[in-house]
């Protein structure tokens, strides 16, 4: 069955210093791989894609994530945070089936100390 | 162009009230999602729609949930005897198939 994990609730990260979301899935076709981000009290805005190519994929404000097909991962990563990258992060799936239904992990909450 | 939206962004209402709940999806969107969000929590799916498809339903919590997308395009979800349980931002989502989705802002419901 298709399922999206991402184990760290919270990850509290000082400015500056680099931040790993980890992210992991199962599903038994290939998938089309994705990061969100939710600011509060708004909608979610999509971070980075991954549909197919190079697995290391760059999105937005400096975040990067890499495809790793034989760990079924899709760990999100930014060298140096900010302040203002305090949010909620969503990695999703969706499967290659003809379906593209969606899955939405629980999400991770970054907080960024000064 | 123009993103999702949703209507009305905040909703406070009675319990047992009905109440509907609307998505404008992007032109052209052959997709559309709802999502259910509480506090602090993550998104559960509540239903999807694809195409001419019979949508999906299966995150649907209860039988007062029902949902509809008329000609392809707008959405209704609606909440029938609204408990304090169903207290939660929705969220709508649409998209092409297999592209990222995009989100509207969500409507804030509130049952007293």
């Known amino acids: 069955a298709q399922s999206v994990t991402q184990l760290d609730s919270q990850v509290p990260v000082f400015e500056e210093a680099p931040v790993e979301l980890r992210c992991n899935y199962s599903?038994?076709?290939?998938?089309?791989l994705f990061w969100y981000v939710q600011y509060p009290n708004q909608g979610l805005q999509l971070l980075l894609k991954y549909l197919s190519g190079s697995t290391l994929v760059k999105g937005i404000n400096g975040f990067e994530a890499e495809f790793n097909k034989s760990q079924t991962s899709f760990h999100l990563r930014k060298p140096s945070v900010h302040i203002s990258d305090t949010a909620e992060y969503f990695c999703a799936v969706s499967e290659r089936d003809g379906t593209y239904k969606y899955i939405f992990g629980t999400g991770t909450r970054l907080k960024v100390l000064a | 162009g123009a993103g999702v939206s949703q209507s009305p962004s905040n909703k406070v209402t009675e319990k047992g009230k009905d109440v509907e709940l609307r998505c404008d999806p992007i032109?052209?969107?052959?997709?559309l999602y709802w999502y259910r969000q509480s506090l602090g929590q993550g998104l559960e799916f509540l239903i999807y729609f694809q195409g001419n498809s019979a949508p999906d339903k299966s995150g649907l919590p209860s039988d007062r949930f029902s949902a509809e997308r008329t000609g392809g395009s707008v959405s209704t979800l609606t909440i029938q005897r609204t408990q304090q349980e169903d207290s939660a931002v929705y969220l709508c989502a649409s998209s092409l198939d297999g592209e990222p989705q995009h989100f509207g802002d969500g409507t804030r419901l509130s049952i007293l």
């Open positions: 032109s052209g969107h052959t997709a």
């Open positions: 599903s038994s076709v290939s998938v089309y």
